[in-house]
């Protein structure tokens, strides 16, 4: 944890209070003044700065100022003059056709007129059907290990027929195989292998091929079934199949696969490994990118050893733009290759496929459920133009939720209805000359309909076209009189501020701001500054005054005239404890604070602010009735009677001197809003006779207690003198036995040398004290 010393804190939180309160002002200066920019000379110019600028296109409006005087927001230029026609302001409409019918996606045609800057929005509505017809088209691997799949698809097919019935008006299938590319590394290129992989098996196999379609969508079910039943096995070298390739181009070849507009196109690829991606294919040395179309050559996929592997983004693209459902049907060991993929590929469901696939039929079944279930919406918008656009989506789901950012709502039942709603801004103007219509595609996924959007983007000015964008000065002569420049005769040529051309005063320029009007008696600069702003951004400078725009008045603009911001909660101005003065309370008692006066620590919390409650209460007998005629005189939010007060242990206890020898106690409850009091019944008389009578009893204990303790306490004194021997019989004669505890004295000398010492007698002594033979012997 990060601790600092109070002081510094302090300082540096008035510094982030300063920065913030610069970048607010900064913010909305900049805001207020984008409009105002010398650059501006054109009505094209002011719309381009944003959608807070309009243009005044009228003529002689603030004569003998620069062109760029003209650009300012509505209001700004309503304050200095322009008349409302005048006013070049295109506004952000929305145009719904109706016209065109729909089932499914409503409104299907949308017009957008957007400026720079701007933004509109529009709800998209989606309902799900009870019953669609369903078009299902089996892509099925048929390289040597999905053997047992594909004979297990030769009788499962018939039985997933009948049952999706249930679930479709009108269900068909179709039927389409794949392998890989048949080129190196992914083929054994070996003659004999190119035309039977399997050789080595003894087994006959068919070649390997990218991508066949064998059958078109059909009702014929027994067509169906035979076409299953005389399909053979393949083989590749690599681990990766060319699942994309075979996908994009039964996605895109509508007219061979036999896609019905009406149906629900459901794709089923049944594999049991994963795909190549698009930067496999220069592996084989194909370098060329998938171009996204179709590429059938008597149903077999031309391409497939020149073009590369599709990307995802593209392959989801086209899968969005035909409307089709993909489903991965795929062994256990690869399902979280592919479940990876669902974020990246709009309606597409994967599940686990069993050996042998006993689970098709129901894997089917459940995954169109599920994708029904699931209503997401795609936005498309032109590669070149999208980055001037940012869009919004926000879902309102059958369920009552609503999320902002989301494009999906799942569960959603037949019948049901799904709301979108769609947020388009445009951040600027395209180049000059490149201001055409942007066309913008709202598709719900795996719907056949979807929503066109047209944006209309408004950057030019009407006034253009009239040739009205611009004063126009007269260049034939013209007399040199001047007293039609004079705002009286006493006043100066043009107020002394400008020169008189014709008739007409051509203002100064001055570095202080602008100076316009008839008799350039006007500026915007020399009334009084508010925060940097003239006028406090409220008003105009006409003359040295400031004329406030509506809602605002005082000298300088900077009071709102509305009360709105006075009002409390009970709908009283400043809670009826004050008055609303430039926009904010000043409370009638000084003690009071807060936006609202609802503020006053010390009003409620000390014990005098109740004593003319307590008092009220006292006057009328402490009864059922004083309770309601004293209710003008307490603050308190309720008043109660108890007989013993000190039972009571939240609050604080306070006393009224209600005559000169008795008081009143009571009680602040204070943990509610308003405090709660609790009176007691019984006064505090301080000279009563009880209390006296008490105080002697207690002071005449306290004496006596003390004289017996001292008492007491001088006798223990005397006794223990008396047992205390004195000093000198304390002294005693040692006995000779002590003698021997005298400390005796032994002197030896040693000295340690590096080298040998010669061999030298050692001298000691040693002084042994003559004792008693007696006491040695004790």
């Known amino acids: 944890m990060i601790s600092c010393v109070s002081p510094y804190c302090d300082l540096v939180a008035l510094r982030m209070l300063l920065l913030v309160l610069v970048l607010v002002l900064v913010r909305s200066g900049s805001a207020e003044n984008r409009c105002l920019s010398s650059l501006v000379s054109t009505c094209e110019d002011c719309l381009r700065r944003g959608p807070e600028c309009a243009w005044c296109s009228q003529e002689r409006f603030l004569d003998g100022a620069h062109a760029s005087q003209r650009c300012g927001s509505v209001s700004d230029l309503r304050v200095r003059g322009c008349e409302e026609a005048f006013i070049e302001n295109p506004n952000v409409k929305v145009e719904v056709n109706a016209s065109i019918s729909s089932t499914q996606v409503s409104p299907r045609e949308i017009n957008i007129h957007l400026r720079a800057g701007g933004e509109a929005s529009f709800v998209v509505e989606v309902q799900q059907l009870e019953r669609y017809p369903v078009d299902l088209y089996y892509l099925v691997d048929v390289s040597a290990s999905m053997q047992d799949n594909l004979d297990r698809l030769k009788t499962a097919g018939l039985a997933l027929s009948h049952l999706m019935k249930e679930h479709s008006s009108d269900f068909r299938v179709g039927f389409g195989s794949f392998v890989d590319k048949p080129v190196s590394p992914y083929i054994d290129v070996h003659p004999s292998k190119l035309l039977n992989p399997c050789s080595d098996y003894e087994v006959h196999c068919r070649p390997a091929h990218g991508f066949i379609h064998i059958l078109p969508i059909t009702h014929n079910m027994t067509e169906f079934t035979r076409v299953i039943q005389e399909q053979r096995i393949s083989g590749n070298m690599d681990t990766p199949e060319g699942g994309f390739d075979a996908m994009l181009q039964a996605t895109v070849c509508q007219k061979d696969v036999g896609w019905r507009p009406e149906a629900k196109h459901l794709l089923l ?372 009677y108890v007989d013993d007060i000190t039972e009571l242990v939240r609050g604080k206890y306070c006393l009224y001197p209600s005559s000169e020898k008795c008081q009143h106690r009571f009680l602040m409850d204070l943990a509610s809003e308003r405090p709660q009091l609790h009176i007691s019944r019984h006064p505090v008389c301080v000279w009563s006779r009880r209390y006296f009578k008490t105080f002697l009893s207690v002071f005449l204990l306290t004496v006596t207690l003390g004289i017996v303790l001292l008492t007491a306490f001088r006798q223990l004194l005397r006794a223990r003198n008396c047992w205390w021997p004195s000093s000198s019989e304390q002294q005693f004669e040692r006995s000779p036995k002590d003698l021997s505890y005298i400390p005796t004295t032994n002197e030896k000398t040693i000295t340690y040398r590096r080298d040998r010492l010669p061999n030298r007698p050692v001298e000691m002594h040693s002084h042994i004290p003559k004792m008693p033979l007696s006491d040695a012997w004790q």
């Open 269 to 640: 690829v049944m594999t049991d490994q994963p795909s190549h991606l698009a930067l496999d294919s220069k592996l084989a040395g194909i370098v060329v990118p998938h171009d996204g179309r179709c590429h059938l050559e008597d149903n077999i996929y031309s391409k497939t050893t020149t073009m590369e592997h599709p990307t995802i983004a593209q392959l989801a693209e086209k899968l969005l733009e035909n409307s089709v459902y993909s489903i991965f049907a795929v062994d256990q060991v690869q399902y979280q290759w592919y479940e990876d993929l669902l974020d990246l590929i709009p309606g597409s469901y994967v599940g686990r496929l069993f050996p042998k696939a006993s689970n098709l039929k129901d894997l089917v079944v459940q995954a169109y459920k599920k994708l029904l279930s699931d209503v997401e919406l795609q936005i498309e918008l032109e590669d070149a133009q999208a980055p001037r656009f940012r869009v919004n989506v926000t879902a309102f789901c059958p369920n009552g939720s609503t999320a902002s950012g989301s494009t999906k709502c799942s569960s959603v039942q037949p019948k049901q209805t799904v709301f979108f709603k769609v947020t388009v801004g445009m951040s600027c103007c395209p180049a000059e000359g490149t201001d055409r219509d942007v066309l913008m595609s709202v598709r719900p996924v795996g719907f056949n309909e979807s929503v066109t959007v047209r944006i209309r983007q408004d950057c030019g000015c009407v006034c253009t076209e009239t040739g009205r964008c611009r004063d126009d000065p007269d260049p034939s002569p013209c007399p040199a009189e001047t007293a039609v420049c004079r705002a009286d005769r006493s006043e100066p040529v043009c107020s002394g501020r400008g020169v008189c051309r014709c008739g007409t005063c051509v203002c100064d320029s001055s570095r202080l701001g602008n100076i316009y009007g008839k008799f350039c008696e006007m500026d915007d600069f020399s009334c009084p500054y508010v925060k940097g702003l003239v006028c406090g951004g409220h008003g105009q400078c006409v003359s040295g005054e400031c004329v406030c725009l509506p809602g605002w008045t005082g000298e300088t603009c900077d009071c709102p005239a509305s009360t709105k911001s006075c009002v409390s909660d009970d709908g009283l101005i400043c809670g009826g404890l004050g008055k609303c003065v430039c926009g904010k309370c000043v409370c009638d008692d000084s003690r009071r604070s807060g936006a609202l006066c609802e503020k006053c620590p010390i009003c409620d919390s000390s014990c005098q602010s109740h004593w003319s409650c307590v008092n009220c209460h006292l006057s009328n007998g402490l009864g059922s009735d004083a309770k309601q005629l004293c209710n003008h005189s307490c603050a308190a939010s309720s008043v109660e």
